[in-house]
T-cell receptor, first 118, second 113 residues
């Protein structure tokens, strides 16, 4: 079946190091991907997105890489800070319908807990 | 702007009781949706709406009803609560279009005993 999953449930990094959070997706028709950050007791917060016609997109301290050949998505956080400690979710849009407003086709992964050690 | 506002933040229900989870957004977003989040599982879509007067079912719609009479509001109704509906519920909204991520509310933690 279609699924979005994360390779590592928990990732611990030292403050100042770079973090890499991975995500595998199984639907080759997915055309849009989003990374969310969720802090304890809060709703998910949009971090960065990428369309399927792109391989890489950069934001402030974050980079998303998309490898459609192996259906893999990653989120890189540069110079990880204590405030980055949270659960990170990837989500994929399953394709046509979103642009025309035909429906919500986002599927979310289960999440990776990022712990930043001082 | 308040963004997406959910009320209440916490709720305990007895099995069989009914209640409505409120969601309101002030960003003029066309798209609104409800998710539930359970331990060890990703967010699962319950119902969604692409505009006022239009709703549709998501992945796990059973036991829930929605309506969208205005652009701003998208309430989620539990007609007869069951313990299996114990979860954290999130409302989200966005502009319609492929390049927009959702804005989520802060969630409602519901316990059904």
């Amino acid at each position: 079946g279609e699924s979005v999953g994360l390779h590592l449930p928990t990732l611990s990094v030292q403050e100042g190091d770079n973090s890499i959070i991975n995500c595998a997706y199984s639907n080759s028709a997915s055309d849009y991907f989003i990374w969310y950050k969720q802090e304890s007791g809060k709703g998910p917060q949009f971090i960065i997105d990428i369309r399927s016609n792109m391989d890489k997109r950069q934001g402030q301290r974050v980079t998303v890489l998309l490898n459609k050949t192996v259906k893999h998505l990653s989120l890189q956080i540069a110079a990880t800070q204590p405030g980055d400690s949270a659960v990170y979710f990837c989500a994929e849009n399953k394709g046509p319908g979103w642009v025309t407003g035909g429906g919500n086709k986002l599927t979310f992964g289960t999440g990776t807990q990022l712990k930043v050690e001082l | 702007n308040a963004g997406v506002t959910q009320t209440p933040k916490f709720q305990v229900l007895k099995t069989g009781q009914s209640m409505t989870l409120q969601c309101a957004q002030d960003m003029n977003h066309e798209y609104m949706s409800w998710y539930r989040q359970d331990p060890g599982m990703g967010l699962r879509l319950i119902h969604y709406s692409v505009g006022a007067g239009i709703t549709d079912q998501g992945e796990v719609p059973n036991g829930y009803n929605v309506s969208r009479s205005t652009t701003e509001d998208f309430p989620l109704r539990l007609l007869s609560a069951a313990p299996s509906q114990t979860s954290v519920y999130f409302c989200a909204s966005s502009y319609r279009g492929v390049h927009y991520g959702y804005t989520f509310g802060s969630g409602t933690r519901l316990t059904v005993v």
